[in-house]
């Protein structure tokens, strides 16, 4: 006799995680419309989003969006922070400035392989001309310019000093890194400002404006701007089919690793799912992925105080986190980790009673080849799973269980109905 077992279950077929990325959505330009989602419809639990919002709320975060293939699943503004104001994005700027670098390369303005010198000129470091000359726009890009960082700000001559060769050592080192501005300028013989507009924000409704303090320059928008940039860099450099980056192995190479002795860094984004990562924070290189419990496919935009733009394409999902925090790291990734750790963990369980299978439920034919048949009531959920557990596919709402794609040999079939659940053993021939 098969027997009803008491466990959670979750209804992975509503999980967002466990759904495949349709289609991206995109939002008109030059208007507030946006279409969203209903959390419901991923079987998101009301407390736990109210847990998030809480747990952002004491982290003191001023907005919080999160998107689903393009659509708003989640939007949060706190205190007096709204849907129109304005923030930092900090070193998440340094994402928007890759992308500008790529667009600059694409139009042959400049090449990421050129000496940083054709662009800013002889000494424009301290070091003798021959290391300079090793300097490229490339490592300006990967944080390997082999400049001292000591003076982390600072990107005058007498700043940057001689600590290694280019390509030798990876260090966060913002000096260099700001510099790019000049490089962008003087190759497109344009203010970075016009610049974006005419090549980023006119083409994806986006607002914002470059804002220099001290050697810095941030990038000042609203949270829905940053959602439109994530959006484009989801959709791989377009929006709504129209290139807005168009050299594809740039693109390629902005968001995997860009040298071996950081993997999880790439043209200015951050890369989870790596073997082993250095943090801005110190050069030591660390193991294990930089946010493990974000997905292992997640690409970020960092900055200070915790400015995110974090994206997701296996599960088409965009994080949108702006506001302060005490902690000052300048990426705070264990942060970002834990953002990721509460979405992923948002969905509803339901908990099924252990009764006997008194309908006497069958799966039929057994072995099977294509498809599988319930008897009874329509279930509410099915699952199939291997030996060792893992969810291979599940459906809501039906009797007849489509099994063409499994490999042949056995698995575990979960059938939930009215908060009570069977299991069944089948075999696929």
């Not at 699943?73 to 923030?87: I, R």
């Amino acid at each position: 006799m098969k027997y009803f077992y008491f466990f959670t279950f979750s209804l992975l077929t509503l999980s967002i995680h466990a759904q495949e990325p349709q289609e991206l959505y995109f939002p008109p330009l030059n208007s507030d419309v946006w279409e969203t989602t209903d959390p419901a419809s991923f079987n998101w639990c009301e407390t736990s989003i109210d847990a998030l919002y809480d747990y952002l709320a004491r982290e003191q975060s001023k907005s919080f969006m999160l998107l689903k293939d393009g659509k708003i699943v989640l939007e949060k503004y706190f205190g007096n922070y709204t849907q129109d104001s304005v923030w930092f994005w900090f070193s998440a700027g340094k994402s928007l400035m890759a992308v500008l670098t790529g667009i600059a390369q694409a139009e042959n303005l400049l090449d990421i392989n050129d000496k940083t010198s054709d662009y800013l000129g002889a000494a424009w470091t301290s070091l003798t001309p021959a290391q300079e000359a090793k300097i490229t726009i490339r490592n300006q890009l990967t944080m390997t310019s082999g400049v001292d960082e000591t003076d982390f700000f600072c990107s005058s001559p007498e700043c940057l000093i001689y600590k290694t060769d280019a390509g030798t050592r990876w260090v966060y080192h913002n000096g260099p890194y700001s510099l790019l501005r000049n490089v962008i300028e003087n190759a497109a013989a344009e203010n970075l400002n016009l610049f974006t507009n005419s090549h980023i924000k006119e083409k994806i409704g986006m607002s914002g404006v470059w804002v220099k303090a001290g050697f810095n320059s941030f990038f000042v928008s609203r949270a829905r701007d940053m959602a439109r940039f994530g959006l484009m860099v989801q959709a791989e450099g377009q929006w709504n089919d129209s290139p807005i980056l168009s050299d594809m192995d740039y693109y390629k190479d902005m968001i995997n690793t860009s040298q071996e002795l950081n993997p999880s860094y790439g043209y200015l984004w951050w890369l989870n799912g790596k073997a082993s990562h250095i943090t801005p924070e110190s050069p030591t290189s660390l193991t294990g992925p930089l946010t493990p419990d974000a997905p292992d496919d997640t690409y970020t935009a960092a900055g200070s105080q915790g400015q995110f733009i974090s994206i997701s394409p296996q599960n088409g999902m965009i994080l949108i986190r702006q506001g302060a925090q005490d902690d000052q790291e300048l990426a705070p990734v264990n942060f970002l980790n834990d953002l990721w750790a509460r979405i992923m963990s948002l969905e509803c369980q339901i908990t099924a009673t252990e009764i006997p299978n008194e309908n006497n439920q069958v799966v039929y034919p057994q072995p099977a080849t294509k498809t599988l048949t319930i008897t009874g009531p329509v279930p509410d959920q099915t699952q199939i799973t291997n030996l060792a557990g893992r969810p291979l596919n599940t459906w809501t709402r039906t009797k007849e269980i489509d099994i063409s794609g499994l490999s042949p040999g056995i698995y575990i079939l979960t059938v939930v109905q009215d908060k009570r659940l069977v299991t069944h053993r089948i075999i696929k021939r």
